[in-house]
């Protein structure tokens, strides 16, 4: 059991480059999200989804895209980075309601030049 | 709307003495709390959660918060600070009323432990 897992740990990207973060979880939960950590500001969520083939915006989506086409994945696509996406990237999942643990992966730092 | 306020960026302790984290928020529901702690570039870990039950609730690592309603608090304590607790720690709501998943985070407060 890995629990949540993220790659890469850390990428170095041009602004106007793309690329995919990934996210996967094996605990079967329905819930799985993306959030941004920047400094003095907590972690920010960026996209969510309550399971296979549902997305929905969260705090701060722009520039950025997902998908949930099965119940292990869910990731985070940058269109066309930017110097503002500099960050620190966390996954996270949990099951059931509100009041159910979330559950991080160990995060993807990225830095656009 | 839900909203988390941590009192203090930073708070520095001896090792040996009591930590007090302090932690206000808002929700417009019965809100779950949360208390999470960040090691230097490390995920995030669950100390402990307040869902409803008790209000004096226990974590790991001998941490333990209270929620206090009427103050709209929940902040984290620990009898004698160990060095191994030196971290960022975050506060957390989550609205009952939101299955959309969403947590929202304090700003975070960094602990220091002075030997």
């Known amino acids: 059991n890995a629990g949540v897992t993220q790659t890469p740990k850390f990428q170095v990207l041009k602004t106007g480059q793309s690329m995919t973060l990934q996210c996967a979880q094996d605990m079967n939960h329905e819930y799985m999200s993306w959030y941004r950590q920047d400094p003095g500001m907590g972690l920010r969520l960026i996209h969510y989804?309550?399971?296979?083939?549902?997305?929905d915006q969260g705090e701060v989506p722009n520039g950025y895209n997902v998908s949930r086409s099965t119940t292990e994945d869910f990731p985070l696509r940058l269109l066309s980075a930017a110097p503002s996406q500099t960050s620190v990237y966390f996954c996270?999942?949990?099951?059931?309601?509100?009041?159910?643990?979330?559950?991080f992966g160990p995060g993807t730092r990225l830095l656009v030049l | 709307a839900q909203s988390v306020t941590q009192l203090d960026s930073h708070v520095s302790v001896s090792e040996g003495t009591p930590v007090l984290l302090r932690c206000n928020y808002s929700s417009s529901y019965s809100p779950s709390l949360f208390w999470y702690v960040q090691h230097p570039n490390k995920g995030l870990q669950l100390l402990l959660k307040y869902t409803s039950a008790a209000t004096l609730v226990k974590g790991i690592n001998g941490f333990e918060a209270e929620f206090k309603k009427s103050e709209t608090s929940f902040h984290l304590t620990k009898p004698s600070a160990h060095m191994s607790d030196a971290a960022e720690y975050f506060c957390?709501?989550?609205?009952?009323?939101?299955?959309?998943?969403?947590?929202?985070f304090g700003g975070g407060t960094r602990l220091m432990v002075k030997p």
């Open positions: 957390v709501v989550s609205d009952l009323r939101n299955a959309g998943n969403m947590l929202t």
């Open positions: 989804s309550v399971g296979a083939g549902i997305t």
């Open positions: 996270a999942s949990r099951g059931g309601g509100a009041a159910e643990t979330q559950y």
